[in-house]
């Protein structure tokens, strides 16, 4: 069964500084998807990056991008010039196309200082 | 483009009863899944309707079920409700089944 872990339950972040957050994955597979969501506290979850595993290239949209590195099936997510709107909770995410289901991490909670 | 919906945003029942979710897919969606978010933790996967068709469980009892229209709204049906099903229940569509989905707003369901 496939497994997603982030060990930092909290980060903290100053205002337009850059964080990391870390997320591994288990999974047997070769071929699957792999994404960020944040979750403000208004709780609908928001798709933010996207990786699909048989691209090498790391994903980047705006500010976010990732380094995901297959054979260490680790997928973290980097905030550059965080803004006070970032702060939310962040799950890590694994799924399969047409695989039925995503598998989520523990989340990490992300406060941004100003 | 309209996004998925969610109805209600809360709601509070009774341990022992039964309650009904709805969820309306993102336009041109036709796969739903559902997710129940406890407090503090990631969602976990319910179950996931293609074209009026389950299509995948989780790890739920018979008494949490499902149903697709042909409009591919969805609805969850949980039946004898237990404190512990007091949770945020996410619904979120794709499109055949793919992998990136998008999410309602959630509801937010408590029994007492």
């Known amino acids: 069964a496939q497994t997603v872990t982030q060990s930092q339950p909290e980060m903290s972040v100053q205002e337009a500084e850059t964080v990391t957050l870390s997320c591994t994955y288990d999974?047997?597979?070769?071929?699957?998807?792999l994404f960020w969501y944040k979750q403000p506290p208004s709780r609908q979850m928001i798709l933010v990056i996207r990786?699909?595993?048989?691209?090498?290239q790391n994903a980047t949209e705006n500010r976010f991008s990732v380094n995901f590195q297959k054979a260490a099936k680790s997928f973290s997510l980097k905030i550059s010039d965080s803004q006070l709107g970032d702060a939310a909770m962040y799950f890590c995410?694994?799924?399969?196309?047409?695989?039925?289901?995503?598998?989520f991490g523990a989340g990490t909670i992300l406060r941004v200082k100003s | 483009e309209t996004g998925v919906t969610q109805s209600p945003t809360h709601l509070i029942k009774t341990r022992g009863q039964q309650v009904t979710l709805r969820c309306s897919s993102q336009?041109?969606?036709?796969?739903v899944s559902w997710y129940q978010q406890a407090l503090g933790q990631g969602p976990q996967f319910i179950f996931q309707?293609?074209?009026?068709?389950?299509?995948g469980r989780g790890n739920f009892p018979p008494r949490f079920s499902g149903l697709q229209f042909p409009n591919y709204s969805s609805e969850l049906n949980v039946n004898a409700l237990e404190l512990d099903d007091s949770a945020l229940y996410l619904c979120?569509?794709?499109?055949?089944?793919?992998?990136?989905?998008?999410f309602g707003q959630g509801t937010r369901l408590t029994v007492v």
């Open positions: 979120a569509s794709s499109l055949d089944g793919r992998a990136e989905a998008f």
């Open positions: 990786q699909e595993a048989y691209k090498q």
């Open positions: 336009s041109g969606h036709n796969t």
């Open positions: 995410a694994y799924g399969m196309e047409y695989g039925n289901k995503l598998v």
């Open positions: 999974t047997s597979e070769s071929d699957y998807y």
């Open positions: 309707y293609y074209r009026e068709e389950e299509n």
